[in-house]
């Protein structure tokens, strides 16, 4: 399995920017993809996740009504991270990561993820 982030870049505050995950290697899309970000000094934070079977998400307090997560095509290989009104503390390199789906159990915790991506830095200026 393999994920690859594009996307990140230098945005001003209150600006927009969107992120891209391609999957490969999964054998059908019963599997999950979440976004995570880690800042300079800090614990790699979860974000929100799909469940690309059954279309179920979670999100972190943090990021509803801001970022959105969704899947570009019917092949499920490319998941979006939609980031809008974007704030300095929201400065971190983000990772895209993926595992087998569970039933319905959505999580956004970092150890619970098996397969990830390299990472693409985001910049917010002030």
């Known amino acids: 399995v393999q994920l690859v982030e594009s996307g990140g870049g230098l945005v001003q505050a209150g600006g927009s920017l969107r992120l891209s995950c391609t999957v490969s290697?999964?054998?059908?899309?019963?599997?999950?993809v979440a976004w995570f970000r880690q800042a300079p000094g800090k614990k790699r934070e979860g974000l929100t996740c799909l469940n690309l079977k059954d279309g179920g998400q979670y999100s972190a307090d943090s990021v509803k009504g801001r970022f959105t997560i969704s899947t570009a095509n019917t092949e499920h290989t490319t998941v979006h991270l939609e980031m809008n009104d974007l704030r300095p503390e929201d400065t971190a390199v983000y990772y895209c990561?993926?595992?087998?789906?569970?039933?319905?159990?959505?999580?956004?915790?970092?150890?619970?993820?098996?397969?990830w991506g390299q990472g693409t830095p985001v910049t917010i200026s002030s």
């Open positions: 290697g999964f054998a059908d899309n019963n599997f999950t």
């Open positions: 990561a993926a595992r087998e789906s569970i039933g319905y159990y959505y999580t956004i915790l970092p150890y619970e993820y098996n397969y």
